[in-house]
Structures are given as structure tokens and as C-alpha cells.
């Protein structure tokens, strides 16, 4: 297959163009690197200085023999997504090229402002770029299980059947996402089954819970072949971030009570979910929908699970409880099916003390650069947040 990863520079972009290459398909990987002007403007930087996309690529090629093509450039600009879509010809397009933050896209008008525009822009110049060179290509878009929201009522799959006044239609999930970020997702989900609707594109948006986990089989071959982790406030995932403050001796950072309830995975299943949904494409006019996650918990359940780890590697860990800086709900019904991929034949990597031990070690053995000044949350859902 001929694969495009858009964002390949990325935490999931870049194991994905390996795991990709390494099975034997044609990879081509794009990315503007913006994600690393963003962390330059915030004084941030992974737990682990990564290489350059360009000496990554160059180094895949010596370990494996395989040859990833790398497109640099902006897909926000419409002649240069043009152009690598009349060059490559994709079969898929893994699209993984956003701003991937809710803080982020909180902090201020600017910061919003380039999220949906960056995020929704890109996917529209893409479903264009499709239309005109490759129509019967397949879309694999990263979205998100933020764009449901936590509503009081079951979370189906993409789609729901309504009954209203005797009568009845399927029609897409209600939205109710808790950041500017997540719904940069809600709008290109609504664009993306508009194009499948009205231009017969294939699509299949994966709905993607929160992710956690350093490594996968590829990026363990080489020291330099890793991917971008972070325990930042900004781009830290939840428990990436925990594992961090376990491993510094630090307090847990549990925003408010800790019962917001979410979808987690493992970055390898995000690489196995991905290559199901590539192998098993959508129909064309189809707009597919998974959500793709492997279980869910409470933030206080992955705080219980981080402390247990560490006092399992001989570290008394505590939990604090911060004034929530978001505002989401912290106490809610949570109940969202997860039962397509599985039927794809997902085998999940699943939380389990032997996979948090080995997390936990590897973190410990890389918190030399670890920085206080990034740790704290300071970018808050409800007021005006001063620029640094
Ligand atoms: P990331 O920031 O590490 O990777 C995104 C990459 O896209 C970056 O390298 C960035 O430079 C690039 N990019 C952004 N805008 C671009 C543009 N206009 N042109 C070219 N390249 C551009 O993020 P990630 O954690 O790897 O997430 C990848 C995708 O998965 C995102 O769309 C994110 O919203 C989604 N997602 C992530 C998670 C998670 O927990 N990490 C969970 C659900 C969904
Ligand atoms: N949280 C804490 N303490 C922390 C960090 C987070 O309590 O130190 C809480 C948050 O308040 C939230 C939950 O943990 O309730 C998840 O936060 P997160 O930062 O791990 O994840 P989120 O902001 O939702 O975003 C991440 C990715 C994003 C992806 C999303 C999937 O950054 O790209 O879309 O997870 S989901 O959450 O399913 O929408």
C-alpha cells in the first residue's frame, strides 16, 4: 500500500511511517515541524531530545533498509498538499497533522484562532487535494472521543439512531466537546462526512481516547529511532504525565476531584488500530466512525495505578488535589462503545502493572532534563491567560 502519514514528525506520526515501512508498504511522511516552534514559544521540550525528522528518516533507512519519503511543508498551504498528493498518489492518508492540544488552544484568542484554523484548513485543503488526484483513496483521520464530550447517556460509535415524534433517522452523535481543540475535530468531522457524502470519499475517522506508552517494536530498534514524549502541561497526556512526577518525586497533579472519566490506549493499539482501519478500508461515500480506546478510566483511577506502580519500585508518591484549571465535569456517567475495531481483530496492550512497570522504568531512566517550570498547569479554561 501506498501510505501518507501527515504529521509524521509527530508522537503517533512518526512510529506509525516506521511501523508502516518496516511491514513492507510505500510511506511517505509530511510534516511542517510546527509542533517544535510551538515547544520553542513555550520553553518546552520532550522528556528525551529527539533527532530531526530528516536524520530520523536517514537513520530508519540504515537500520531497516526501507526508504520513508519526506514531504516539509505546511498543509494549510493548499499548492504544497497539491503537489505531494499529484506526486505520491496515496492509497491511504493517515492524517494525524493537528494541533493536538486542549491547553493550548485555550491559552488566548491567537492560540484558538490557529487551532481551527490549522486543524479544519488542513483537513479541507486534503479532502480537496483527494477529490482532485486521488478520488478513491481512503482517509484515515485521527479524531478524537473529546468531540462526544461526557453526556448523561451512552456514547455510541459515530452514529445514532434517533426517533423524534414518531419518526426515525440515523444521524451523526451529538457534539459536546470542552475545548477549542476538540472542536476543531467536531468541525472537520462534519466536513469530512460532507465530502463523503457529496464527492463519494472514503473515510474513517478514528476516535481516539486519551494515549499513553514511550515506545513501540520500531522505535526500540535504535536509541535515536524514539518518538517525542511529553510531561508538559501543555502536551502531556495524563498519564505520561503522572509516570514523570512519580519518577521526580513529585505530587500527582489530579486536576480537581479526579472522576473525569476518559478513554485510554496504549500507542502501540493506536498503530494497530490505524493499520486495521488502512486494511479494511472504508466504501467509497462511506464516513466511517470508531472510537479507539482499549479502556476507560477515572483520572483518580490512573493516579491510584501511578502511585501503586512506584511503591512497586520502592517511591512513596502522593496525590494532590489542584483547583481544576479546566472546566469540565469532574464527576459524570461515562459509557462509550468501543466494539468495531475489536471486531477488526484489535488485540489490546492493556494497563496492566507489568505494562506500568516497564513504562515506569523507562521513564526513570530518562529524567535527567526533566524541568520544574513546565509542570505546573497555568493555562485556565475561564479567564484571560497573561502571554508569555
Ligand atoms: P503531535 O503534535 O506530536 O503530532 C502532530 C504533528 O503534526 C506535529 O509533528 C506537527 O508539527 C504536525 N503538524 C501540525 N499541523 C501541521 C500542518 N498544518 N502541516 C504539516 N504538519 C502539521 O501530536 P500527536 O500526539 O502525535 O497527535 C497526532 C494526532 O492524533 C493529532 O491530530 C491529535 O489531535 C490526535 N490525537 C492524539 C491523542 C494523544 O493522546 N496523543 C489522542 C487522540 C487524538
Ligand atoms: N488531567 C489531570 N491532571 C493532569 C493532566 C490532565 O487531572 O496533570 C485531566 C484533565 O483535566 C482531563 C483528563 O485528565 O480531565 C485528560 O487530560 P489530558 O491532558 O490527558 O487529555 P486531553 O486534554 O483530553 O487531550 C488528549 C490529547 C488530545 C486528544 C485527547 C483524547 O492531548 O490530542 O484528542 O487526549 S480525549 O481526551 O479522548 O478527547
Known amino acids: 500500500m501506498r501510505v501518507l502519514i501527515l504529521g509524521g514528525d509527530g508522537y503517533l506520526g512518526w512510529p506509525t511511517a516506521m511501523y508502516?515501512?518496516?511491514?513492507?508498504?510505500?510511506?511517505?511522511?509530511?510534516?511542517?515541524?510546527?509542533?517544535?516552534?510551538?515547544e520553542l514559544e513555550d520553553g518546552i521540550e520532550p522528556l528525551v531530545r529527539i533527532p530531526s525528522l530528516h536524520?530520523?528518516?536517514?537513520?530508519?533507512?540504515?537500520?531497516?533498509?526501507?526508504?520513508?519519503?519526506?514531504?516539509?511543508?505546511?498543509?494549510?498551504?493548499?499548492r504544497f498538499i497539491y503537489k505531494v498528493m499529484e506526486k505520491f498518489r496515496p492509497e491511504a492518508i493517515v492524517h494525524y497533522g493537528e494541533q493536538p492540544s486542549a491547553p493550548y488552544s485555550m491559552e488566548s484568542l491567537g492560540t484558538a484562532v490557529y487551532t481551527q484554523t490549522n486543524n479544519v484548513v488542513g483537513t479541507l485543503n486534503l479532502l480537496f487535494a483527494m477529490r482532485s488526484f486521488t478520488p478513491e483513496a481512503h482517509l484515515v483521520k485521527?479524531?478524537?472521543?473529546?468531540?462526544?464530550g461526557t453526556p448523561n447517556i451512552d456514547i455510541e460509535e459515530g452514529w445514532i439512531t434517533i426517533n423524534h415524534n414518531g419518526r426515525t433517522d440515523t444521524v451523526l452523535y451529538p457534539k459536546k466537546p470542552g475545548s477549542f481543540y476538540h472542536l476543531s475535530k467536531v468541525h472537520d468531522s462534519a466536513n469530512i462526512e460532507f465530502?463523503?457524502?457529496?464527492?463519494?470519499?472514503?473515510?474513517?475517522?478514528?476516535?481516539?481516547?486519551?494515549?499513553?506508552?514511550?515506545?513501540?517494536?520500531?522505535?526500540?530498534?535504535?536509541?535515536?529511532?524514539?518518538?517525542?514524549?511529553?510531561?508538559?502541561?501543555?502536551?502531556?497526556?495524563?498519564?505520561?504525565?503522572?509516570?514523570?512526577?512519580?519518577?521526580?518525586?513529585r505530587k500527582l497533579t489530579v486536576y480537581g476531584k479526579g472522576g473525569q472519566t476518559r478513554g485510554f490506549l496504549n500507542i502501540r493499539d493506536t498503530i494497530q488500530c490505524v493499520a486495521l482501519a488502512c486494511d479494511n478500508p472504508a466504501r467509497a461515500g462511506e464516513f466511517r466512525v470508531f472510537n479507539q480506546f482499549t479502556e476507560?478510566?477515572?483520572?483518580?483511577?490512573?493516579?491510584?495505578?501511578?502511585v501503586a506502580t512506584a511503591a512497586r519500585a520502592g517511591l512513596k508518591v502522593d496525590i494532590d488535589h489542584l483547583p481544576n484549571p479546566r472546566v469540565e465535569l469532574e464527576e459524570h456517567?461515562?459509557?462509550?462503545?468501543?466494539?468495531?475495531?475489536?471486531?477488526?481483530?484489535?488485540?489490546?496492550?492493556?494497563?496492566?502493572?507489568?505494562?506500568?512497570?516497564?513504562?515506569?522504568?523507562?521513564?526513570?531512566?530518562?529524567?535527567?532534563?526533566?524541568?520544574?517550570?513546565?509542570?505546573?498547569?497555568?493555562?485556565?479554561?475561564?479567564?484571560?491567560?497573561?502571554?508569555?
Not at 20 to 38: L, M, P, T
Not at 142 to 148: A, D, H, K, V
Not at 204 to 217: K, M, P, R
Request: with cysteine.
Open 296 to 306: 476507560q478510566f477515572s483520572v483518580m483511577d490512573i493516579a491510584d495505578k501511578v
Open 20 to 38: 508502516f515501512s518496516k511491514r513492507g508498504d510505500e510511506v511517505a511522511v509530511v510534516d511542517n515541524f510546527a509542533k517544535r516552534r510551538w
Open 195 to 249: 465530502a463523503c457524502r457529496i464527492w463519494k470519499t472514503a473515510a474513517t475517522d478514528l476516535n481516539q481516547g486519551v494515549v499513553y506508552g514511550i515506545d513501540t517494536d520500531e522505535t526500540r530498534l535504535h536509541p535515536d529511532l524514539l518518538t517525542s514524549f511529553h510531561y508538559d502541561h501543555v502536551f502531556g497526556t495524563v498519564l505520561n504525565r503522572f509516570l514523570v512526577q512519580a519518577a521526580t518525586g
Open 142 to 148: 485521527l479524531g478524537t472521543m473529546g468531540e462526544y
Open 55 to 78: 536524520e530520523r528518516v536517514r537513520l530508519w533507512k540504515r537500520v531497516s533498509g526501507k526508504q520513508i519519503d519526506l514531504y516539509a511543508g505546511d498543509i494549510c498551504n493548499a
Open 333 to 388: 456517567y461515562y459509557n462509550a462503545k468501543h466494539s468495531k475495531l475489536v471486531d477488526l481483530g484489535l488485540q489490546p496492550n492493556l494497563l496492566t502493572d507489568s505494562m506500568l512497570d516497564q513504562m515506569f522504568a523507562t521513564v526513570r531512566a530518562n529524567t535527567g532534563r526533566v524541568q520544574d517550570e513546565v509542570i505546573m498547569p497555568t493555562i485556565k479554561w475561564s479567564q484571560e491567560n497573561p502571554r508569555k
